[in-house]
């Protein structure tokens, strides 16, 4: 169990750093779109349509390492009040909540990708992407969140200190 548990928090931890630099390459897509339009007048057929569906994964497969490392917004004015064992009972009853709304999302959202690829459908756009290859993004990243929060929900279960609260640097 151990094992399988390190190998997802890699896994959510090497996602993160991709999709870091996803960020980085959404901004010289569209950089490059903007010099090319603007300066050239030569907009590119690519850079927009592309980097949406770099942004789409690259938000979405972020979520897996947020959770882990307690990055999520969330309100703690009630938390912050409770002694311990209500904070790890808070903390179950909210990952349960997110494992319930993962699983529905991948149950329901499995059918879109699945049926654009049967059918062939595409963006329609000059780029002409495959219109599963956007759909397939919310499925696959709330399965990995799901995983994730299994994992997190198992260890909370289990006595596992409760995490630092993640605060962002001033």
């Not at 007048?41 to 979405?60: D, K």
């Not at 990708?113 to 049967?118: D, E, G």
Request: aromatic share 10%; proline share 6%; net charge neutral.
């Amino acid at each position: 169990m151990q094992a399988f548990a390190s190998l997802v928090d890699r896994v959510a931890d090497h996602l993160a750093q991709l999709c870091g630099w996803a960020y980085l390459a959404i901004g010289l897509m569209l950089g490059f779109e903007v010099i090319a339009r603007y300066f050239f007048n030569a907009p590119t057929i690519w850079a927009e349509e592309l980097s949406r569906l770099v942004f789409l994964f690259a938000t979405l497969l972020a979520a897996p390492a947020l959770l882990r490392q307690n990055a999520h917004i969330r309100v703690t004015a009630l938390t912050a009040l409770m002694n311990p064992a209500a904070q790890r009972a808070a903390r179950l009853v909210a990952l349960g909540f997110v494992i319930a709304l993962c699983c529905v999302l991948v149950w329901y959202g499995k059918d879109a990708p699945l049926n654009s690829y049967a059918r062939g459908r595409s963006s329609g756009s000059m780029l002409d992407i495959p219109a599963w290859w956007a759909q397939t993004a919310v499925p696959l990243a709330f399965a990995l969140l799901a995983l994730q929060a299994t994992l997190e929900f198992i260890r909370c279960a289990l006595g596992a200190p409760l995490p630092p609260e993640a605060h962002m640097p001033e």
